[in-house]
């Protein structure tokens, strides 16, 4: 009896470990809008515990929820971006980016314009990920029946049907801060350049000259700096105006908006640095100069207007990095970044306008200002090479991996340092025989942070510029420069075997389920069949926390051949390897296609991480698990399998 007793219970474990785990269920509904327009809805509940994420979610982490509209041609065309309910931000430390998820409930809108009246169904395909202990990637394949709608609602209501993308992150209030606080910063910064700073004593004497009194010149420069306000903003508001909010926040994500922003930086640090100056032409500036002789109210607008347009050369290159800045992060942030940035800016014109006797306490004009204007053209430099980094991650190219673009920052920072400290000098600098005290502090701290670069390229994971680098696991070398962990061993001293690659701790690694298992006879070794996935975080996980161990990264290492199937892996498969599934009746098109459904159909699973001991043959010898955090009970099992 207690035999059979433990039976049941080991059978049960089984199939409570196999199960196929459904954690999103979904609902769908159509509205009319008008004779031509209808929105699709896709109203998901998520299981307690678990979270799915956003199809804004960013580069580098798990894989946003996607949505494609099939047999559009000639039948319907999409009206916008597919909205969705607002989302929570939560910082991966796996991954090192921030994630945008759901909880609990998720909803996303579709309008579509009817271009065939004839159209009485609208098939649309859904890939999304949803992970808790276990990541699972799914999809969906939803028919809208459009042939008898009971719900019509006006043309002019058709905005009540869509979410505002305004609200599109519930928890983007520090972001918009952080926007704010860099963008005012920047606004200093551009304060001090030669074409701003010249022009704050010119512009108070002008004040303090055309004022009768001291209250007028109080008053006057109050509106003077809230015209400056209004101009930045106003251009805040027309960048996203022109692009829409949720579009800016699309195109983060987007190839061709990476590397043309990269080329755009790429001009302003230049710029900054001497070669040639970004000018607007003159003609627009003496218009504006007539405007300014007008005097009063109007004419003081059209002076702060002179003021953006003859100091652009200068300012142009901060405000098109801001713009750039906060159109990645979409809703209103332009107007924020623009608000925050013309406050600094105005801020001192109006101060020094209500005291002017505090323009004697300013340091005089000269070299130091072209120092700070190089300095910001390194800045920009560096920067402009994440934007760069962000297409290379999207295409996995692998050209900008993380050593190389740490390599690209170790000398722009190295190369800043040198000219802080004198010893590089560019187009519009003096020679010099000394550096001031606060020039030489600078270059002391970028000295500083460029020595804290280096230890990276060794695998020290720099947690002051976490987000910005590539991702360790995006990397030549995922544990530094000529450094292995398999046992020290370097990676040129190991011929690899036929259709092997190094993976998490150098371990050898087969991704081809038949090549592995060929290697495992000719070894006569267990085979650990892992189901993984690029985007799955708990799979980084047990490779970051239990692998890494090494009472089981030697267990893995001697007695073990590794065989990873990626079922997220977007490759696809050559048209004469495509099938129908005929367990699920998919139709299998890529490599990750093909594993997952190896996994549902031979494991009735599909959640990852999914484990598996084999024998030499491909022989199961024992259960398999999921998630499994504690090292000693992972190791436990490893050996029950070998047994």
Not at 35 to 46: Q, R, Y
Request: net charge negative; with cysteine.
């Amino acid at each position: 009896m207690k035999k059979i007793f433990t039976l049941l219970l080991t059978l049960f474990a089984f199939i409570v470990q196999a199960q196929i785990l459904t954690p999103a269920k979904w609902k769908t509904s159509v509205e009319k809008i008008s004779d031509t327009e209808v929105v699709l809805i896709f109203d998901a509940t998520i299981e307690k515990d678990w979270h799915m994420f956003s199809q804004h979610t960013p580069d580098g982490g798990s894989l946003p929820t996607v949505f494609d509209y099939l047999n559009q041609d000639k039948n319907y065309s999409l009206v916008g971006e597919t909205t969705e309910s607002p989302y929570k931000k939560v910082y991966s430390d796996i991954f090192e980016v921030d994630e945008y998820l759901f909880e609990n409930t998720a909803q996303f809108k579709q309008v579509i314009k009817l271009l065939n009246k004839d159209v009485k169904k609208i098939e649309v395909f859904v890939e999304y990920q949803v992970c808790k202990e276990a990541c699972i990637q799914n999809e969906e394949t939803f028919i809208f029946d459009i042939s008898d709608i009971d719900i019509v609602a006006s043309a002019e209501n058709a905005s009540s049907v869509i979410p505002s993308t305004l609200n599109h992150d519930e928890v983007d209030d520090l972001s918009f801060v952080s926007i704010f606080l860099i963008s005012f910063v920047s606004g200093f910064a551009a304060l001090l350049t030669p074409c701003v700073f010249p022009m704050i004593p010119m512009t108070v004497s002008f004040f303090t000259k055309q004022s009768k009194t001291k209250a007028k010149g109080i008053k006057n420069a109050i509106f003077y700096g809230v015209s400056i306000i209004v101009i930045y903003v106003v251009l805040g508001l027309i960048v996203t105006a022109v692009f829409g909010a949720d579009a800016l926040n699309a195109l983060s994500t987007n190839v061709w908006f990476n590397v043309i922003f990269f080329i755009i930086l790429l001009i302003f640090a230049t710029s900054f640095l001497g070669a040639f100056e970004i000018m607007l032409p003159n003609s627009w500036a003496n218009k504006v100069d007539q405007q300014a002789d007008r005097g009063g109210f109007f004419g003081i607008l059209f002076m702060a207007l002179a003021l953006a347009i003859v100091s652009f050369s200068c300012t142009g290159p901060i405000v098109g990095t801001l713009l750039v800045q906060a159109a990645s992060k979409g809703g209103i942030a332009p107007l924020v970044g623009m608000f925050g940035f013309s406050l600094a800016l105005a801020l001192p014109f109006m101060l020094f306008a209500m005291f002017p006797g505090w323009l004697n306490t300013l340091p005089k004009s000269g070299g130091w200002l072209n120092s700070v204007k190089v300095s910001l053209g390194f800045l920009e430099l560096a920067l402009a090479f994440k934007f760069l980094s962000n297409a290379d991650l999207v295409l996995q190219l692998h050209w900008l991996t993380r050593e190389v673009f740490l390599i690209i920052w170790i000398v722009i920072f190295g190369a800043w340092a040198l000219y802080l400290f004198g010893k590089l000098l560019l187009p519009h600098d003096s020679p010099q025989t000394n550096i001031s005290v606060g020039r030489l502090y600078l270059a002391l701290l970028v000295s500083m942070f460029t020595l804290y670069l280096i230890p990276g390229l060794w695998g020290a994971p720099l947690q002051l510029i976490s987000g910005f680098p590539p991702p360790m696991s995006y990397s030549e070398s995922p544990y530094g420069v000529g450094y292995s962990k398999a046992g020290g061993i370097l990676d040129n001293k190991i011929q690899l075997p036929d259709g092997a690659k190094y993976g998490a701790h150098d371990l050898v690694t087969f991704t081809d389920y038949d090549k592995g298992v060929t290697y495992a006879s000719e070894q006569n070794k267990h085979i650990l069949l892992d189901f993984t996935g690029y985007a799955c975080v708990n799979c980084r996980r047990m490779e970051d926390k239990v692998w890494s161990q090494p009472t089981v990264l030697n267990l893995l290492r001697d007695k073990f051949v590794i065989i990873s199937l990626y079922v997220d892996d977007k490759k696809e498969l050559p048209e004469n390897e495509q099938y129908k599934s005929p367990t699920t009746g998919k139709t299998i098109k890529t490599i990750g296609n093909k594993w997952s459904d190896y996994q549902i159909t031979r494991y009735h699973a599909n959640a990852q991480p999914y484990y598996i001991v084999l024998d030499s043959e491909g022989i199961d010898t024992n259960k398999p698990v999921g998630y499994v955090p504690n090292v000693d009970e992972y190791k436990a099992w490893l050996e029950s399998g070998l047994k």
